[in-house]
Every structure is written in C-alpha cells, then in structure tokens.
C-alpha cells in the first residue's frame, strides 16, 4: 500500500547546524509530497511541497527535491534556528478523488542556542 | 489570516459516552477532512466530506463514528461511544478545492483536540 517512512526523532540541533530530516514513500503511481510543519500548540502548516519528479520544494530557507529514483522527499535546512524548533511531518497526496493526505509519523526537531 | 479552529482543546471522556469535536473550517472551503494521531503514530486519515456527504472514509471510520455539518460554519466528528483506543489527536481541515491531474490540495489544519478516554 501507500505509505511514508520518517526518521525517527528527536532531533536535537545547535543553532546554525545543518539539518536532514530523511523521508521515504512507497506509492503505487506519482504522488505530490509534502512536507507540513506544527509548532507548539498550533496546527499542521504547509512547508513546501513537490509535485512531481525532481520537482524542488522551498521555503524558509527549507528545501526538499522530489527523487523519484530513490523514492525520497528529505528536508534539508543549511543553517537552523531556535525558531525552527517543532515537529516536521512529510506526507504524499495523490491528484483525483478527495485528495486525503498520507502522513509519516513526523520527526520533532529542537534547536538550542 | 483565516484559520481553521477546533474546540475543545482537550477533551476527557469515560468510556462508553458519547462525544462530539467541533471544528469551524476556513470560510470559502467546500472540502472537509478529519484525521488523527495516536501518540507517537503516524497521522491518519479519517474521513473526506463534501457537499454535505462523506466523499472517501477510512477502516478505522467505522459506525461509532459520524460527522455532520449541522450548519454553514461547523464540521463536527461524533464517537458515539468512546473506546481507550480512541485517544489520539484529532485535527479537522478544510480545503478550497480538490486537486486536478496536475495539480495538488492544500489542506489547512487545526491545532488538534487531544481526546483522552479514561
């Protein structure tokens, strides 16, 4: 079946260190993939998203490029901060239908100055 | 900004009864989506609504579980009869519109209602 496969957290950064947060899929056809961010005590919000091979998502200084040959989709930052603290979900989505959202189990990140 | 909202923030149940998560979507969405997260699991899927019909719904939406749009603002989740495996984070989103062939959904989140069966 469909599925995505997150890193396991927490992931626990200085500031300014470089981050990856790993994501994997196995879907049957071309997904959108996505990946949603929740801060504290908010909702899920859209980070970047790809919607097709090689496609690069970007935003925020986070980048994610769609590989369809390894079946990846990892969240890169060059330079995080104390703010980017939160918990990172990377999910796929198929066009058609209603569109429901396949989530990984997400992957908390803390950042410390 | 608009923003989809849910109440209550945490809700504590006994087993057995009955309860009800409100969720008020972003205004102009046509296009409604409950989900959840047990703790420490993946997010999933629940159930799609639109124009006032479930569209897609999951194995776990089974008959102890319905939802309602009772009227032009609220989306609502009842559990009839609550289960200890019912305890998750439960987050509604809306959409504007569903996706075409090439492109995507953009779903907006709520911040959750923590749902503790005791």
């Known amino acids: 079946g469909n599925s995505v496969t997150q890193m396991e957290g927490p992931v626990t950064l200085s500031e300014e260190a470089f981050l990856t947060i790993n994501c994997t899929y196995t879907?049957?056809?071309?997904?959108?993939l996505f990946w949603y961010v929740q801060y504290p005590g908010e909702g899920l919000q859209l980070l970047l998203k790809?919607?097709?091979?090689?496609d690069k998502g970007s935003n925020k200084g986070f980048e994610a490029t769609y590989r369809k040959e390894t079946t990846s989709f990892h969240l890169e930052k060059g330079s995080v901060q104390v703010s980017d603290s939160a918990v990172y979900f990377c999910?796929?989505?198929?066009?058609?239908?209603?569109?429901?959202?396949?989530f990984g189990a997400g992957t908390r990140l803390a950042v410390h100055p | 900004e608009p923003e989809v909202t849910q109440t209550p923030s945490h809700q504590v149940t006994q087993m057995g009864q009955e309860v009800i998560l409100r969720c008020v979507p972003i205004s102009n969405h046509l296009y409604f989506y409950w989900y959840r997260q047990i703790l420490g699991q993946k997010v999933e899927f629940l159930v799609s609504?639109?124009?006032?019909?479930?569209?897609?719904k999951s194995e776990i939406f089974d008959d102890q579980f319905s939802v309602e749009r009772p009227d032009g603002s609220n989306f609502t989740l009842k559990i009839r009869s609550t289960k200890l495996e019912d305890s998750a984070m439960y987050f509604c989103a809306s959409s504007e519109r569903t996706s075409g062939r090439l492109s995507y959904n953009e779903q907006f989140f709520g911040p959750g209602t923590r749902l503790t069966v005791l």
């Open positions: 879907a049957t056809g071309y997904p959108s």
């Open positions: 999910a796929l989505q198929f066009s058609g239908g209603y569109n429901k959202l396949i």
């Open positions: 790809a919607t097709k091979a090689d």
């Open positions: 609504f639109y124009n006032n019909e479930i569209s897609e």
